[in-house]
């Protein structure tokens, strides 16, 4: 989105770098606080936006993929 890397992310934000990787690949979303800090570290209202947007979708993605979902 702004040509980051993982390591500035993770300072900029002040989260772990294994942190945003998880995120990332999907292993893990990010908690209430760390998503916080995370929006803080984006320069433009714009990113917090694309930011929350990509959390949201991989929220969506998780829950289609859960068993016993009545979508599948």
Same mark, same amino acid.
């Given at each position: 989105?702004l040509?980051?890397? =993982?390591?500035?992310l993770? %300072?900029?934000?002040?989260v772990?770098?294994? !942190? &945003? $990787?998880?995120?990332?690949?999907? $292993?893990?979303? *990010? &908690?209430?606080?760390?998503?916080?800090s995370? &929006?803080?570290?984006? *320069?433009s209202?714009?990113?917090?936006v694309?930011?929350?947007? !990509?959390?949201d %979708? %991989? &929220?969506t993605? /998780? =829950?289609? !993929? /859960?068993?016993?979902?009545?979508? =599948?």
């Open positions: 989105m040509g980051w890397s =993982q390591a500035e993770a %300072k900029a934000g002040n772990s770098r294994q !942190t &945003i $990787a998880d995120f990332e690949r999907g $292993a893990h979303m *990010p &908690i209430g606080n760390n998503l916080a995370m &929006i803080k570290a984006f *320069p209202h714009f990113a917090s694309m930011l929350l947007r !990509t959390v %979708k %991989k &929220i993605q /998780q =829950q289609a !993929t /859960q068993p016993g979902n009545c979508n =599948q």
